[in-house]
């Protein structure tokens, strides 16, 4: 399933609600102008909003680069982690049996 068309309006709404950045690491230009996804934006993945982190490109990038420290400090997730993949399971199940798009607005 492509789920880029909801991106788009999931992601403007998000933005909107939240324009500071979250990371706030040294340098943070503290305006958020992008998403970090934490667990990925595979699939179903880049649509669930509870796993993204508003963030400066500074922050951004430096979480990128540095995937581990990142993890250990709160700003990405262990994709693979059982709490992670339970979470992705319970959205793609409720968003493909319950949820229309206009749900996650």
């Known amino acids: 399933m ?3 068309p909801q991106y788009k309006i ?3 709404k998000f933005m909107s609600e939240n324009p500071n950045c979250k990371a706030k690491l040294y340098g943070c230009m503290a305006k958020a102008s992008e998403i970090h996804h934490q667990i990925g934006k595979e699939n ?3 649509i669930m909003t509870q796993f993204f982190l508003p963030v400066c490109r500074h922050c951004h990038d ?3 680069e540095h995937s581990k420290e990142a993890i250990e400090m709160g700003l990405s ?3 693979g982690h059982k ?3 339970d979470a992705v399971r319970e959205f793609k199940t409720n ?3 319950e949820l229309k798009p ?3 607005l």
């Open 62 to 64: 430096w979480i990128t």
């Open 102 to 104: 206009s749900d996650l």
């Open 10 to 12: 999931v992601r403007d």
């Open 77 to 79: 997730l262990n994709r």
């Open 95 to 97: 968003y493909l049996t």
């Open 44 to 46: 179903i993945r880049l």
């Open 2 to 4: 492509n789920y880029k």
């Open 83 to 85: 709490d992670v993949t």
